[in-house]
């Protein structure tokens, strides 16, 4: 299948106008709507096979939808994946029910592919103590990232990778939320930090005692990174903002250095942030909000707490256990 991003100068009047309702009235950040854009317009190639468009959203019908999920079936698409597209079908030809361009939904009665349940990866406390005193103690140069570091960098990247693993894990701050962060809305002193979430919701995220030292480390030799103007907290080698790209291989080396039988992910340890915080007590309603999650059901994910730990709890508070 041809890259979607092929069809961008053909892009149907209808597709237009979801991906600008999805961003100025859903509040979705520009990452997601591209993200609903390439799955919407991966159908329109398959519907251009057939002399179709999203031009005319009404000419598509359910067998349409289904076609391209049994494409997407025989090219070896993960149902995780397909489970995506589909719900990005279904936001578009709502849009278009919402807009009176269609009367039925093609997408109605389509089920979801079944998908095993699946965690990203995550560090027991004691892995994640490791990792953040590996970072704390000693710096290796990055290995086919940003380069050996110049003269009198050293310093600077150290801190900055301690803070950014610090903040990602006290904090349970999703990547981009870490990113986004930044230099001059944050002081040493700052016991929490706001933060812009999922579909542009603000809220305070708690900073710890490590992660306000590593900011104390980290602000006063930013500048030794930092291009003049820049105002992202973390920066790369070449000055500018933290890419996502880069902060995986930041963490991924940490956990190399700490010597963990397998990196984890940024989100890993925004997995391990929750799990650790339920496994201490803490309920879920609290870790929700934390988190920023809109729905409960969504931080019900992270709870795969063992049986022995949940048996623990049981008997301790079950008044017939």
Same mark, same amino acid.
């Given at each position: 299948?041809?890259?979607?991003?092929?069809?961008?100068?053909?892009?149907?009047?209808?597709?237009?106008?979801?991906?600008?309702?999805?961003?100025?009235?859903?509040?979705?950040?520009?990452?997601?709507?591209?993200?609903?854009?390439?799955?919407?317009?991966?159908?329109?190639?398959?519907?251009?096979? =057939?002399? *179709? !468009? %999203?031009?005319?959203?009404?000419?598509? @019908?359910?067998?349409?939808?289904? $076609?391209? &999920?049994?494409?997407?079936?025989?090219?070896?698409?993960?149902?995780?994946?397909?489970?995506?597209?589909?719900?990005?079908?279904?936001?578009?030809?709502?849009?278009?029910?919402?807009?009176?361009?269609?009367?039925?939904?093609?997408?109605?009665?389509?089920?979801?592919?079944?998908?095993?349940?699946?965690?990203?990866?995550?560090?027991?406390?004691?892995?994640?103590?490791?990792?953040?005193?590996?970072?704390?103690?000693?710096?290796?140069?990055?290995?086919?990232?940003?380069?050996?570091?110049?003269?009198?960098?050293?310093?600077?990247?150290?801190?900055?990778?301690?803070?950014?693993?610090?903040?990602?894990?006290?904090?349970?701050?999703?990547?981009? =939320?870490? *990113? !986004? %962060?930044?230099?001059?809305?944050?002081? @040493?002193?700052?016991?929490?930090? $706001?933060? &812009?979430?999922?579909?542009?919701?603000?809220?305070?995220?708690?900073?710890?005692?490590?992660?306000?030292?590593?900011?104390?480390?980290?602000?006063?030799?930013?500048?030794?990174?930092?291009?003049?103007?820049?105002?992202?907290?973390?920066?790369?080698?070449?000055?500018?903002?933290?890419?996502?790209?880069?902060?995986?291989?930041?963490?991924?080396?940490?956990?190399?250095?700490?010597?963990?039988?397998?990196?984890?992910?940024?989100?890993?340890?925004?997995?391990?942030?929750?799990?650790?915080?339920?496994?201490?007590?803490?309920?879920?309603?609290?870790?929700?909000?934390?988190?920023?999650?809109?729905?409960?059901?969504?931080?019900?994910?992270?709870?795969?707490?063992?049986?022995?730990?949940?048996?623990?709890?049981?008997?301790?508070?079950?008044?017939?256990?």
């Amino acid at each position: 299948m041809a890259d979607p991003r092929s069809l961008q100068a053909d892009l149907p009047e209808s597709v237009e106008m979801f991906l600008a309702f999805l961003e100025l009235e859903r509040g979705c950040s520009p990452a997601t709507a591209r993200a609903y854009g390439r799955d919407v317009l991966q159908f329109e190639e398959i519907l251009s096979r =057939e002399g *179709l !468009s %999203l031009s005319g959203p009404e000419q598509v @019908e359910r067998r349409h939808v289904q $076609r391209f &999920l049994a494409d997407l079936h025989r090219r070896g698409v993960n149902r995780s994946s397909m489970g995506r597209k589909l719900a990005a079908l279904r936001s578009f030809f709502r849009f278009c029910a919402r807009m009176r361009l269609i009367t039925t939904l093609p997408t109605e009665g389509i089920g979801n592919p079944r998908t095993e349940k699946r965690h990203p990866s995550m560090l027991n406390v004691d892995q994640a103590l490791a990792l953040l005193e590996t970072a704390a103690g000693r710096l290796s140069p990055a290995p086919g990232g940003e380069g050996p570091p110049r003269r009198g960098e050293e310093a600077a990247l150290r801190a900055r990778d301690v803070c950014l693993a610090e903040i990602l894990y006290g904090s349970g701050l999703r990547v981009s =939320e870490a *990113l !986004s %962060l930044n230099a001059g809305r944050l002081r @040493e002193e700052s016991e929490t930090v $706001r933060v &812009l979430g999922k579909g542009g919701k603000e809220r305070l995220a708690p900073l710890t005692d490590a992660a306000r030292d590593a900011l104390a480390e980290w602000l006063p030799l930013r500048p030794r990174l930092a291009a003049p103007g820049e105002h992202a907290l973390f920066v790369g080698a070449r000055g500018g903002r933290l890419n996502r790209r880069e902060a995986q291989r930041v963490i991924a080396r940490l956990c190399r250095r700490a010597g963990l039988p397998q990196p984890v992910s940024p989100h890993g340890l925004r997995h391990s942030f929750a799990t650790h915080l339920l496994e201490a007590g803490a309920d879920l309603r609290s870790v929700q909000e934390l988190l920023g999650h809109a729905r409960l059901t969504t931080t019900q994910r992270y709870t795969h707490l063992n049986l022995a730990h949940l048996m623990t709890v049981y008997d301790k508070a079950h008044p017939r256990s």
